[in-house]
């Protein structure tokens, strides 16, 4: 039982922090094809 949630938890932070690094490319991506627009 604990091992199991033991491994929700490391499951649940592997998300929480690859979705903060996709959020970060696609704002790299956008500013960079927004600065294409813009000049």
């Not at 490319?25 to 813009?38: A, C, R």
């Amino acid at each position: 039982m604990l091992k199991e949630i033991e491994e929700n938890v490391l499951l649940t932070s592997f998300l929480q922090s690859f979705s903060f690094f996709y959020q970060f490319v696609n704002d790299l991506q956008f500013k960079s094809n927004y600065g294409k627009i813009v000049s």
